[in-house]
C-alpha cells in the first residue's frame, strides 16, 4: 500500500514525521487496509505478543487485542501532547471529549467531601479503595511512607492520613498538585520519570485507575520497581466489563486491562502480584444510577450529601448479585521479588 494512503488516513493529532518514524518501527509486515483502518503486525506493549484489530477508535486509528496476555490498547498508543498539559485543561474544565470533563465536576465534590464533610471514604465508588486500605494495615506498620501516584485531589492521601501513614502524592497535573499541597501533603508535579532519586522513599507504592491514561504501561511499573526496589506495590484499575461510550477511548483511554494482562505486566517488571477481579457495587445500573444523579445536586447541603451517600451505601450492599457487574475492577497487591525476571 502506498504510503500516501496512510498519511491520508492518519488521525490528525499525529503530525506526519512521527508517524513516518512510527510506521517504519512497528510494522514488518506488508501493510492493509480493512475498514479504514491501518492493519499490520504490531507487538503488545506488554508482553510483546502478535496483536489482532479489535474495533475501531474513532478520530484516532483502532484498538487492537493481545493474543497472548488479551491487553486491549488504542493504536496508534501515542498522543502527541504532554499528559501534564491534557490533565491541566482537564481539572480546569477546558477539555470535553472522551468524557473528561468528569475530572472538573470532581474538583466540586472535593471540596464537600474533604473540605466540608471531611469523609474521604464517601469517595470510593469501588471496594478497591477499603481493600488497599486493609491490606495496607495488614503489612505496613503507622508511619509507613505511601506513595500515591496519580494522586488527583487527594481523596486516598487524606484516607492515608487518617490510618496514620505518612501519605505522599505524585500527579501530573498542577492544580490538583498546588490543592493537595495546600492540605499539608508532599506531592510531586511530573510523571514518575521525573521523580528525583531520593526525593521520597516509599514502602509500598498505591496507583488508582490511571495505569489506562499511560502509553508505555510496562516502562512505567519498572520505573517504580527501580524507584522503588523494596516497595510494595498496589494497584487498581477499570476492568473488562467498565467500559462508557466515550471514556475508554483515547485521548483518555490508551490501555484497556484485565486481569491477565495486569499479572503478566506486573511479572515482567520484577513482582509477584495477587490479582483479584472485583464485582461492581451495582451502582452504575439504571435505576441506581438515576439516583445517584440526583443525589449529587444535594451537594450544595452537605449535611443531605452525606446522609445520601450513607443511605446509598445501605442500599448497594442489598443487591442482588445479579445486578452487579463481574470484573469490574481489577485489583493487584504485588511484592517485588528477588530477583526480576531475565526479560524484565
Not at 503488545?44 to 491487553?71: K, M
Not at 445479579?322 to 497487591?333: G, I, N
Request: charged letters at 20%.
Amino acid at each position: 500500500m502506498d504510503l500516501l494512503l496512510v498519511f491520508a488516513l492518519a488521525p490528525p493529532h499525529i503530525p506526519i514525521g512521527p508517524l513516518a518514524l512510527f510506521l517504519v518501527a512497528t510494522c514488518v509486515a506488508p501493510m492493509t487496509v480493512d475498514d479504514s483502518v491501518i492493519a499490520c503486525e504490531i507487538q503488545c506493549p506488554v508482553c510483546g505478543a502478535e496483536t489482532v484489530h479489535q474495533e475501531v477508535a474513532p478520530a484516532w486509528g483502532e484498538f487492537r487485542s493481545c493474543t497472548s496476555c488479551t491487553l486491549e490498547f488504542a493504536h496508534p498508543l501515542q498522543r502527541g501532547q504532554d499528559p501534564r498539559a491534557l490533565f491541566e485543561d482537564a481539572y480546569r474544565g477546558r477539555v470535553s471529549t472522551n468524557a473528561m470533563d468528569d475530572f472538573r465536576r470532581r474538583v466540586d465534590q472535593r471540596r464537600v467531601i474533604l473540605d466540608q464533610l471531611g469523609e474521604p471514604q464517601l469517595w470510593f465508588w469501588t471496594p478497591a479503595f477499603g481493600q488497599v486500605l486493609s491490606w495496607l494495615k495488614r503489612h505496613y506498620p503507622p508511619g509507613s511512607t505511601v506513595l500515591e501516584i496519580g494522586c488527583g485531589l487527594g481523596f486516598f492521601l487524606h484516607a492515608l492520613r487518617q490510618e496514620d501513614f505518612e501519605a505522599v502524592g505524585l500527579d501530573v497535573a498542577e492544580t490538583v498538585v498546588d490543592i493537595n499541597r495546600k492540605d499539608g501533603f508532599h506531592v510531586w508535579h511530573g510523571p514518575v520519570e521525573s521523580l528525583p532519586d531520593g526525593w521520597v522513599q516509599p514502602d509500598v507504592v498505591v496507583a488508582f485507575f490511571m495505569l489506562h491514561h499511560l502509553e508505555d504501561p510496562l516502562s512505567f511499573l519498572r520505573t517504580i520497581r527501580r524507584r522503588a526496589p523494596g516497595a510494595g506495590l498496589a494497584l487498581a484499575v477499570y476492568g473488562p466489563t467498565n467500559k462508557g461510550e466515550d471514556a475508554s477511548f483515547p485521548p483518555r483511554t490508551l490501555i484497556r486491562w484485565n486481569a491477565t494482562a495486569l499479572a503478566t505486566a506486573l511479572r515482567r517488571a520484577g513482582y509477584e502480584p495477587e490479582v483479584h477481579d472485583l464485582a461492581s457495587t451495582g451502582a452504575e445500573s439504571g435505576p441506581v444510577r438515576w439516583a445517584r444523579v440526583t443525589l449529587g445536586r444535594t451537594a450544595g447541603v452537605p449535611w443531605l450529601y452525606r446522609l445520601g451517600k450513607r443511605v446509598e451505601r445501605v442500599v448497594l450492599q442489598r443487591l442482588p448479585a445479579d445486578a452487579r457487574q463481574e470484573s469490574y475492577v481489577v485489583l493487584a497487591l504485588a511484592q517485588p521479588r528477588a530477583e526480576p525476571e531475565g526479560n524484565s
